[in-house]
């Protein structure tokens, strides 16, 4: 049924389609007849930054930006959902054409620019849903906020979402905003991971609970950026890591009619630069820091390297708008039997 429908949304425009699925999930959820198309997933419980997870298998940041759809998702079997990447300030993202499908690589090219509707509305939307899985919320900073002022926007997001989230991601790694990569090198980083530290625990005081935070990192960094993001994360106290975003990289799709389109590159051509991004993680900081493995996750084994490489915790996007809510329990059958 997935596939028929797959194949008629992949008639429009990949942005027009997007949204129809989301909105016709929320129908369907209404309706009650959302579970009759969502397969049964026995519970497989992780615990990971001291956090319940009823299955190891999440959805990724990017798909609801807004948490306007977190029932409908929610129904579907997750183990947890991510929403974001939201701005202290509503924006518009890119101008349109920016997304584009890449069906013969399953993979797609995205340069939305966290276009979204900034944190009152997300939190407004939080605040309705009945979900009541574990929620991430992924903060980011607006366009114009310069690097060098970006610790504002950092802080004022991690304090708006704080009572609401069960953990925090704050996204240092989109390649659709200029200039955000740059925060996650050398003193950039130091400075931003100790102010990101400062607020959570100054929330912490606040709130009277501890909501961990991790930070999203990007697949296009050699060895020794590997090794310096793991100390520096280490070091600050941090409480996990997602790896990873997209790519800028097109050398797995090299000839694509849509390779050259500017933007983050996702699905299947992600797969080996994220395990890469994984290991070398993994190799720094052992079981000291948890992982969680995104990126070209299509099927249960590649959901299942993720965690034999020192993931604990794996997301999907690409792999769900391809495969549709099967890859979900494929993903969390295929962990199930690892050793």
Not at 59 to 77: F, I, M, V, W
């Amino acid at each position: 049924m997935y596939g028929v429908l797959r194949n008629l949304l992949f008639q429009l425009p990949p942005e027009q389609a997007h949204n129809i699925a989301l909105n016709g999930l929320d129908v369907a959820h209404r309706l009650g007849i959302l579970s009759a198309f969502s397969p049964k997933i026995d519970s497989f419980p992780v615990n990971v930054m001291g956090l319940d997870f009823p299955n190891p298998v999440g959805l990724a940041a990017g798909l609801d930006k807004n948490a306007d759809h977190l029932d409908a998702l929610g129904s579907l079997g997750f183990g947890f959902i991510e929403v974001g990447t939201v701005t202290p300030l509503a924006q518009p993202g890119n101008p349109k054409p920016r997304m584009f499908r890449l069906p013969e690589h399953q993979a797609i090219i995205n340069r939305m620019g966290f276009n979204n509707e900034g944190l009152e509305h997300l939190l407004a939307r939080v605040d309705k849903r009945k979900y009541r899985g574990v929620l991430g919320i992924n903060v980011g900073k607006n366009k114009d906020t310069p690097n060098d002022q970006s610790e504002s926007d950092y802080r004022k997001g991690i304090s708006a979402v704080y009572s609401r989230a069960d953990y925090i991601t704050v996204n240092v790694s989109s390649p659709n905003t200029p200039g955000l990569r740059d925060l996650q090198f050398g003193d950039s980083l130091k400075g931003l991971l100790g102010a990101i530290k400062d607020e959570q625990l100054a929330c912490e005081k606040q709130h009277g609970r501890y909501v961990p935070v991790a930070v999203k990192i990007a697949p296009d960094m050699d060895d020794e950026g590997i090794r310096f993001v793991a100390n520096a994360l280490r070091d600050t106290g941090i409480d996990g890591v997602i790896a990873t975003n997209t790519t800028v990289s097109r050398v797995a799709v090299a000839g694509h009619r849509h390779a050259e389109e500017a933007g983050g590159l996702s699905g299947a051509p992600v797969r080996e630069a994220s395990l890469r991004v994984i290991r070398g993680l993994y190799a720094e900081l052992g079981d000291s820091l948890p992982i969680i493995g995104v990126g070209g996750i299509t099927d249960g084994e590649s959901a299942a390297e993720k965690i034999r490489a020192g993931a604990r915790l794996v997301q999907i996007y690409t792999g769900f708008i391809y495969r549709g809510p099967a890859l979900i329990r494929e993903s969390v059958e295929a962990i199930r039997r690892l050793p």
